[in-house]
């Protein structure tokens, strides 16, 4: 059989909203998937009130929706209840990024949609997860910074605890959404059996550190500002023209060559410093004699030396060089999208690249309801019903 | 069929070191994959010797090779090489992390392999992705994180630019990476077909942020604290016991309520603070209402004061605080492996709950080269051919 995308025939259902829900099914949609965003007929997806907005419609909505097509229906009301229901019976994978419990009072939590298609995978994404005494608790991005702890190791030493700069919490989450789904896509494969995927943020947040580095022999590790704790040199040093280089040197290899480069070659076989256990035991005195040597040259001459021995090495920058370089460009990481309200909106492509079946973005985000009237007559709703839907405030269309 | 692990069956040549790489094999591993660790037989993964150690094993090696196989196999040798290309002809995924090139230099590129098993599925994760004019540079996650713009967007005003205190890089990396070779299961399962994943870190960490946040209306967006720019609030606060705060309001109805606890109702529906456009418009103002606030409460009056709302607020929490929680405890996101070399060391849990499949810890991870001749015995090698490698160095037998 030939398919021309990934996931091609695959129905999902998205009852989510803001970025951590979200992220799952533009993963999918831009897969291939035939993806239904199921928003509330009056409010819509919270995200789409966020800045920045070009006519009255915010960039980050735009950005976690393309190609999905837009279902508004009021989950509070049965007859938006039996909508997810008659759907749930011909689709794959559902969705949702809702505090716990909230679907269970919606009357379409698993066990019940898994006894109308047990086939179905769903997917819950949420701060604290489907279980434990915090599971009610609403979570957000900066929520699951605090409480797994990363920001209490971000900053620098003597510094405020500090929040990652892009929603690692939210993004991550859906990431690990997306990899129970297609685990359990594939175990459907074998198995005919689907089943229910539950992502806490605060695990996923806590599963990104090595724990004994931080609480090793006791002592608590705080903020290390960009020195990384585990291996030397591994950190950001000043130039002489007052910018920063990142010098990372994973390996005895690389340290040896940076010390030729440094024209200091004893360096390398210093007792003090002569392997990693010994660098990081060592790390100020090490940092003195990098800092005082990359003081001297300008961030390109530190560069170029580096580069011409293959050792990493790296400037520090903004999101104006990132999008400058023709690396970049030439990626494609970066894309337009012509949304039919806010015109062209410069955002994140896919970061996943397919050989043989590419991944790209199909489509602008839907407007609120652009699909609903489609949907529900595929579902076989006759006219008549989705205007009185409609009228009743169950179901919005345009 | 009954299944009783996910991904039961599926075999994997892991040829990775570090973290991004075996970020990816680490996840199969535990949803119940046969992953072979392949390690040079003399220095063995860059990861053993990074610290903290126990009895020379460093517990990032252990956090990310737990239940693994090790084959210790030199792949500059062409004897080496061969060993590769037999496992290839049984193997469903391979998952390497060298800088771009190098496996084309030991002769097991995808191009090689796929002729030998055009079903085999090769994920690539790099600093830089396989194309593009820095392709060939080594990637780290601090250089990934550099060069992504994420240091430039993280950390406080007037500070320097902040590494993410945890390896984001090298973990989205590996998630991605996971994503992306699930996908292609998938598609194999319906086409028979095999293919190529490219992930960049770069690409991945790009992928985090909505650009227009950064980059609207040509305005370079810088560091912003805890500040979440794109909604108000959204911050940390400092409280009268001298702690912060996290409050985030991400709709009008949690931003009424927040009004209501703080007994200023008017707020709530002061023209400037209406909606959330104006909220971020006016922030100053915002937080200077909101820190007059928080600075006459302890943080536990406030927890509890918007807990009893349900709207989001947290503690920022160190991670022997974040270890303590009885809700961390019963997620069971925090495990112990007992290694055969560094004794007991508490390392996360894969952070995704499958309700029929639960995934989880097989063992610790393997010795150098400690599978190394269970494997070769199985592809059919004599036991004189495997002594004979072993002894020309080729690989390593323990």
Redesign the interface.
């Known amino acids: ?3 021309s995308k ?3 025939g695959l129905k999902v259902i998205d009852i989510t909203i ?1 970025i951590a829900g979200p992220t799952v099914t533009y ?1 999918l949609v831009d ?1 291939g998937a035939d993806v239904i965003k199921v928003e509330h007929p009056v ?1 819509g997806d ?1 995200a789409r ?5 070009k006519n009255g419609i ?3 909505f735009i ?1 976690m929706n393309r190609g999905k097509k837009g279902l508004a229906v009021d989950l509070n009301k049965p007859e938006g209840q039996e909508i997810i229901k008659e759907l749930a019976k011909q689709s794959d994978v559902l969705v949702e990024n809702f505090t716990p419990g909230t679907m269970k009072r919606w009357g379409i939590d ?1 066990e019940t949609l898994s006894r109308i298609n047990p086939g179905l995978i769903m997917v819950s994404v949420s ?9 009610h ?7 699951g910074q ?11 030493p003597g ?10 919490g939210d ?2 989450s859906g ?2 959404g ?3 789904l ?6 459907r ?3 005919g ?8 943020m ?16 006791g002592k ?1 590790l ?10 030397a040199p ?3 040093y000043p130039t002489k023209d007052d910018r ?1 280089v ?1 010098i ?1 040197a ?2 005895n290899k690389l340290w040896e060559q940076l010390c030729e480069i440094m024209g200091r070659p004893e360096l390398a076989t210093d007792p003090r410093f002569a ?3 010994g660098r ?1 035991k060592n790390y100020d005195e090490l940092s003195e004699e990098i800092s005082k040597w990359s003081s001297q040259h300008t961030l390109n001459e530190i560069i170029g030396l580096l ?1 011409a021995r ?14 400058a ?4 460009k ?2 494609g ?2 894309v337009d999208i012509d949304d039919p309200i806010a015109g062209r ?13 590419p991944a790209s973005i199909s489509g602008p985000a839907p407007m609120l309801g652009e699909h609903t009237r489609e949907i529900l007559s595929s579902l076989g709703y006759p006219e008549e019903n989705i205007n009185k839907l409609a009228q009743d405030g169950v179901i919005k269309v345009i």
Chains 1, 2 share one sequence.
């Open positions: 059989m030939s398919r990934l996931l091609e803001v993963l897969m409010r919270d009130h966020f800045m920045p907005q915010c960039s980050s950005w698993y701060g604290f997860g489907q279980t434990g005494p915090m599971s608790l609403p979570g957000y991005d900066i929520v605090a409480m797994s702890g990363i920001m209490s190791v971000t900053g620098h510094g405020p605890p500090t929040r990652v700069g892009v929603l690692i993004t991550s990431a690990f997306c990899i129970g297609l685990a359990a896509l594939y175990n494969e074998k198995t059996l689907g089943q229910h995927v539950d992502i806490s605060q695990d996923v947040l806590i599963s990104y550190y090595d724990l004994p580095t931080y609480t090793w022999e608590l705080g903020r290390t500002g960009n020195r990384v704790p585990t291996i591994f950190d950001s920063w990142i990372p994973a390996n392997d990693n256990p990081c580069q293959g050792n990493p090495v790296s400037p520090i920058l903004n999101i104006d060089e990132v999008l370089m023709p690396h970049v030439e990626r990481i970066v909106v410069s955002t994140a492509n896919i970061p996943i690249k397919f050989s043989r079946t």
